[in-house]
């Protein structure tokens, strides 16, 4: 059996644009339904994970995992500026509530990519001011149920814009995306200040700065938890000359690994493996496995991307997000066994890493890929809403009960 530090958090993750369905006031659903739209499907009814919360704890618990990672809606809660929905607050503190009567650590992220569609309107991240706007929201969310938050993240992925401007063998047409921005920017009645379409430097400023001052306001209580940041990490191999993969490092990761030195935790987000060349990234290297998402069977990356990270940062890390796109479970199984050894080794070299999220609890909405990708340990029937049990989640499960992986 190769074992884990007592007290290692076992989780799965999801985010609510993701899963909870009919998520109507947020940015993304109205470039879901523009024309022409960067969405191969609209996201409608999600999982219900809304209405269905209550049974997807108590699956998720009765796997034998400790931790549920989930994000808030802000478009819910705060449905149009200044004012704050209490039915919706309430709902979140339910949910919260619901993990902890099962012995569920509840890791909040309090941004999983959406807007509200009135601050998308007002500029969204490209407008520095806008970050009052979203440090007041943190502020009055946790002073309605800070007191059942386990671990809080301000921010999943901030520095995803900054990764996708290296991303060259992405199919999307330059056209569709300015032609929906405009649609959806008719739409929402301003601009179109989505996360996904701005300007990459303009928002890490703004993203960085509402980071710290949301983390000063979150740790001001009530509760007492941990605050961090969740960074999307590679492993970025450099063929020929390393300079292109530095710059590049320097440029998608190192903000955010400084910002989340000055926190109290980072999450590490990492699925596959990049090589840069000359000119940038490089399309996946002939004859090797390829996911659903197009991106490489590379569960090998997680090791590097830790080691990257704990090289910059000395607080805790937490794996928060680490998974596969694949209607193969066998593959998902050998892809979470690679990639905890590769953690393992990691504790074993004396970096410390207290949890392993998987991403993600259930087949949900891949955003502009729609319902196709399948990344959950659980299947979702798009009919009926039941869940269906993968092998990989009873897989995962044992070895959070035993806090080990045994040997083959
Ligand atoms: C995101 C998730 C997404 C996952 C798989 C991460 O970038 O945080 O929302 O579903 O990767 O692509």
Redesign the pocket.
Known sequence: MIEFPPGFLWGAAT?AH?VEGSNVNSDLWVLEHVQPTLFAEPSLDACDHYHRFRDDIRLLASLGLNTYRFSIEWARIEPERHHFSLAELDHYRRMMATCHEHGILPMVTFY??SSPRWFAASGGWEKKSNADLFVRYCERAASHFGDLIGMASTF??PN?PMQLRWISNVDISITTVLRSSRQAAKALGGSCGCFFLGDAFKLQDTMIAAHHRARAALKSGPGEFPVGV?V?LQDEQAVGPKSKRDKKCAEVYDPWLAAAAQSDFLGV?A?TRCRVGKGGDLPPEAGVELTQ?GYEFWPEALEPCLRYAAGRVQVPIYVT?N?I?TEDDTRRIDYIRKALHGMHNCLASGIDVRGYIH??LFD?F??IFGYR?K?GLVAVNRQTQERLIKPSAHYLGAIARGNGIPEL
Do not use: C, D
């Open positions: 985010a993701q999983h990519f999943n992925e995803l969740n999307s987000q699925y998402m997000e998974g796109s991403w993600s949900n891949e955003w990708p990344f």
